[in-house]
């Protein structure tokens, strides 16, 4: 069986590329997805960015919605610390009509310190996140819901637009630090594995994930989502020359961000070659891809690959030829092992 397979919206760019260029190319790139055969499409979501642009998360999926197909659409991540639990909840279930029930509600706590500000975040954000985790859940799943915290107050209150998918569409909860993974394991319908850690550090990760879900009394996922960074080359030498540039910038950035100090055993504060090295990134011609990829299947035992394609300031040409080597020379390639997680 081959694994599902997703795409993680590139909407992150230099302030020299239009608004509207990006979202072009989100739509572009769902529809040209959608042609070839894969199953997810997501996008991700940060404030006050800085040293990028980056279009919002929750318009976005209403529009390339229309170029999906028979695509899930996933909020990978919407900062629920950050947000209202109850506009959230509300999106989701619009979102959830929109696509037919194909949403796919990605959520995370968040990690650096200029969107907390933004937001005027209390010190306990672990706690802020849970509860509007809790609310969060419960508006979903049509309960009356009496709560107060940050930024809400409800009264038996019930969302006015439930989602179609019942009791309400799973939720995927990021994690890089081991604390966070066990707290998706305990709260989350499944984790979204971090495209950040190499694959000793992935390998570690999982093995607590699936320990901290049985302790947790939770049964085993149906899903185990792992996202990574790929450029498909015409070979090994030419994916290297034409993805480093943006790849090696876009993690310089994620230091800068603060991404390295949330992990738990595998920085990200290192040169290039001690950077990709142990298979963090996977950067090759399509036989490279195919043996890395076939790797992380094996050890991980997970069934869903979500591929970042294309970085800040890549050119649109080759985004898409890296979109399309891995749909026709890598993708037909792949088994899900023994042992993955089994669909509901």
Not at 172 to 200: C, E, K, Y
Not at 212 to 233: C, D, N, S
Not at 268 to 290: M, S, Y
Request: net charge negative; glycine share 8%; charged share 25%.
């Amino acid at each position: 069986m081959e694994p599902r397979i997703g795409i993680f919206l590139n909407v992150q760019q230099p302030d020299a590329v239009a608004p509207d260029e990006i979202a072009r190319q989100a739509v572009a790139h769902t529809a040209l997805c959608r042609e070839l055969g894969f199953d997810l499409v997501s996008a991700g979501q940060h404030f006050v960015t800085g040293v990028f642009q980056m279009l919002q998360t929750m318009p976005l999926p209403g529009r390339i919605a229309a170029e999906s197909g028979d695509m899930r659409v996933a909020t990978n991540i919407a900062l629920l610390t950050l947000l209202n639990p109850v506009e959230l909840a509300e999106n989701a279930a619009t979102l959830d009509a929109i696509t037919g029930g194909r949403l796919v509600l990605g959520v995370g706590l968040g990690y650096r310190p200029e969107e907390f500000a933004a937001f005027d975040l209390p010190e306990k954000k672990v706690r802020v996140f849970n509860e509007k985790m809790d609310v969060l859940k419960r508006l979903l799943a049509g309960e009356e819901v009496t709560a107060e915290g940050h930024g809400y107050r409800l009264e038996r209150a019930r969302l006015s637009v439930l989602p179609l998918q019942r009791p309400r569409p799973p939720i995927w909860l990021a994690a890089n630090a081991d604390s966070a993974v066990r707290r998706a394991a305990r709260t989350a319908d499944t984790w979204t594995v971090n495209p950040h850690a190499n694959l000793g550090e992935l390998k570690r990760q999982i093995a607590m994930f699936h320990a901290a879900r049985a302790e947790a009394g939770q049964p085993p996922v149906t899903e185990l989502p792992v996202m990574k960074e790929i450029y498909v080359g015409e070979d090994d030498a030419t994916a290297e020359a034409e993805a480093r540039p943006y790849l090696q910038a876009k993690y310089q950035a994620y230091v800068q961000w603060g991404q390295s100090e949330v992990m738990s055993q595998d920085r990200l504060d290192r040169d290039w070659e001690d950077l990709k090295a142990g298979g963090r990134f996977v950067l090759g011609g399509p036989d490279t891809c195919v043996r890395e990829l076939q790797e992380h299947l094996d050890e991980l035992r997970c069934d869903t690959l979500i591929f970042r394609f294309g970085w800040s300031g890549m050119p649109d040409e080759l985004v898409q030829a890296n979109i399309r080597r891995f749909a026709e020379a890598v993708k037909p390639r792949l088994r899900v092992a023994a042992g993955a997680p089994a669909p509901a």
